[in-house]
């Protein structure tokens, strides 16, 4: 799947995934490829990008994130 993480001027990451791991205001979500359309917010903590080669990790204040057609999108 592929993963965008972006702030309004910066893009921070782009690229395929295996999974991506966050907090929401509803609890730990961990997202995977072909996962079903899904909209939520994102409370501090760390966003956890998985890939072929490793582990990309950022840490947010706050952000949303959308999954639509096997793309993640995160904007901060």
Request: proline share 3%.
């Amino acid at each position: 799947m592929l993963v965008v993480i972006a702030k309004v001027h910066e893009n921070l990451f782009s690229g395929e995934a295996l999974s991506l791991s966050a907090m929401t205001t509803e609890g730990k979500l961990t997202i995977l490829p072909k996962h079903e359309p899904f909209v939520a917010n994102l409370k501090a903590g760390e966003v956890v990008v998985k890939t072929t080669s490793g582990e990309e990790r950022f840490d947010i204040t706050e952000g949303v994130l959308e999954v639509s057609n096997n793309q993640v999108t995160v904007l901060l």
